[in-house]
């Protein structure tokens, strides 16, 4: 099973929504470019959208609002 540093996730990012939101949005890119290239999916988007995010490849850009926030 996946089960991925939640912590080193949330370092850089002020909620888990930002988090969940930012991932899916990241799973979505990789799936359109690889329909793009007419390519193979071998493993799950999502599995390497967080894989992204953990090795900092892809940062999460949240909105001034939030990232002055500090209620969590």
Do not use: W
């Amino acid at each position: 099973m996946f089960n991925p540093d939640l912590k080193k996730m949330l370092k850089n990012v002020n909620s888990r929504y930002s988090l969940v939101v930012g991932t899916a949005k990241r799973a979505r890119e990789i799936r359109d470019e690889a329909i793009e290239k007419e390519q193979p999916i071998d493993v799950k988007t999502v599995s390497t959208a967080i894989d992204d995010i953990c090795e900092g490849k892809y940062v999460i850009e949240e909105p001034e609002e939030l990232k002055n926030h500090n209620g969590r």
